[in-house]
């Protein structure tokens, strides 16, 4: 076989394998919410990337509809101020004392029947004038009562499911 003819059976090959690992190479990340947003001038804001780990310029939602956003060590800031215009993310877990502001809607959904989870764990506060919507929503642990507690403006908060 000649280079000409090798390379396009190297090319031909290489395009047959990309549908394969191309979803894996673009599927979303986890993000951990860390709230070490610098004291001085820092805030509790979804969209301050210093919040989040891993430590990018990016938040949960910024790039890609399919991250997943783990919000459960409440210190150093237990307060997670939801900003983001449109914000679709795959998975919401909120933990034990956090409290999650809503100034803009949050939907959590993959597309499909099984997924979009938003888990609720322990003591959490949602509260703002806007909604959160998910295809799943799990509330409580076998360790702990868990205690979903809404409050905001007189809209309040809406909490409701898509579906599943």
Not at 6 to 17: F, K, S, Y
Not at 126 to 132: A, H
Request: with cysteine.
């Amino acid at each position: 076989m000649n280079t000409s003819n090798t390379q396009r059976v190297l090319l031909a090959l290489v395009l047959a394998l990309v549908p394969c690992y191309g979803p894996a190479a673009l599927a979303g990340s986890t993000w951990y919410w860390t709230g070490e947003s610098p004291e001085e001038g820092g805030s509790g804001d979804w969209t301050d990337s210093r919040n989040w780990s891993p430590e990018t310029t990016s938040y949960p939602g910024e790039n890609a509809d399919d991250d997943n956003a783990v919000i459960d060590d409440y210190w150093p800031r237990p307060l997670v101020i939801q900003d983001a215009a449109d914000l679709t993310i795959a998975t919401l877990f909120v933990g034990h004392a956090h409290t999650l502001q809503l100034n803009e809607p949050i939907e959590v959904t993959t597309g499909t029947a099984d997924g979009g989870e938003a888990r609720f764990e322990g003591s959490v506060t949602i509260k703002g004038g806007t909604t959160l919507e998910a295809q799943w929503v799990w509330v409580n642990s076998k360790t702990l009562e868990t205690v979903i507690s809404t409050s905001g403006s007189t809209a309040g908060v809406s909490m409701r499911t898509m579906g599943g």
